[in-house]
Structure formats: C-alpha cells, structure tokens
C-alpha cells in the first residue's frame, strides 16, 4: 500500500472547500461562504505547487555522494506522480482562482440548475 503524500491531502482539502462552502451557502441562501471557498482552494493549490517546486530545486543541488544514496527518482528528474501532482494544482488554482473571483455569479447558475432557489 503506498503511503498517502501531504500533497495529495492539501489539494483534496482544497478541492472539499467549495464543495463544503456550497453547502453552507444553500443553507444559508448567500454565496459569501462559496465565494471566499474559492481563497482557500487557491492557496492550497499554490502552496502545494511551491513544495513542488522546492523539491525539485532541492533535488538538482545535490552533490554526487548524495546521488548515489539517494532513494528515489534521479536528481533534476520528476517522477509521474510529481508531474501529475504539479499539474493537477495547477488547475485547481484556476478553478480556485475562477470561484474566488466570480463566486457569487456561478453560485447563482449552480443553484437554479440544482433546484435551490433562494427568496
């Protein structure tokens, strides 16, 4: 069984704010919760596409000894999962960044395709 990477936790938190947020802002009929979801969607995402970057950075500057102990793909490679990482945050920062900016609009078209309207 592979071991569950902080990564993947991050950007599945990330991915539940606006989900969780929708929630609360049906019960509530205002898209503010919604709207602001789309803030810590984004973060996340940069945040985990930082230690992406970090990583890799870290993983060119070692010395040849290093490399011979190294446990893992060769240094200034990425592995498949690192890739798919980086890429998957970098869309979730977009969709992050979209409902943060227009989160009350798409709140609104979500809304009326589910049935909830709001007085």
Known sequence: MKPIHFDNVLLAAGSLAPLI??????????ATWFERSGSIMTFLSAFVGYRQIARA?????????DEMTFNGPIPGTSSDTDVHVSRLALILMA??????GYG????????ICTDKVCA
């Open 104 to 111: 009350a609009p798409l709140y609104r078209v979500i809304a």
């Open 95 to 100: 969709f992050g960044t979209l409902i943060w």
């Open 57 to 65: 950075e870290s993983e060119k500057r070692m010395t040849p000894l």
């Open 21 to 30: 947020s929708f929630l609360i802002s049906c019960q509530n009929c205002d």
